[in-house]
């Protein structure tokens, strides 16, 4: 499966984004789907991921309230709405497709394909 994420870029503290990941390929539906990202000079790190049928979301606790994921297996692709901004949510942020493990798993070595990133910037 190949992955293309868009919807990055720069806005203010309190600001809302909302990032998008298409994914080629009909059997998108089989892959739990994930965000990580990168902020600078840190390594990749889990931000949230939703289950195949997209009945189950998962977290990293700093985002719990402001981000919700959510995926359309019709016309593959899985969103990540990202409210109330903060810098430290400064990052890269990549998508990812995961074959094998549950929407629990938070490690990124779990996933097996992963889209280019799209930069997100939150300016104080």
């Known amino acids: 499966v190949q992955l293309q994420a868009s919807g990055g870029g720069l806005v203010q503290a309190g600001g809302s984004l909302r990032l998008s990941c298409a994914a080629s390929?009909?059997?998108?539906?089989?892959?739990?789907m994930g965000w990580f990202r990168q902020g600078p000079g840190k390594e990749r790190e889990f931000v949230s991921t939703v289950s195949r049928t997209g009945s189950s979301t998962y977290y990293t606790d700093s985002v719990k309230g402001r981000f919700t994921i959510s995926r359309d297996n019709a016309k593959n692709t899985v969103t990540l709405q990202m409210n109330e901004l903060k810098p430290d949510d400064t990052a890269v942020y990549y998508c990812?497709?995961?074959?094998?493990?549950?929407?629990?798993?938070?490690?990124?070595?779990?996933?097996?394909?992963w889209g280019q990133g799209t930069q997100v910037t939150v300016s104080s």
């Open positions: 990812a497709a995961g074959e094998y493990y549950s929407a629990y798993s938070r490690r990124a070595r779990d996933f097996d394909y």
């Open positions: 390929g009909r059997t998108f539906s089989t892959y739990v």
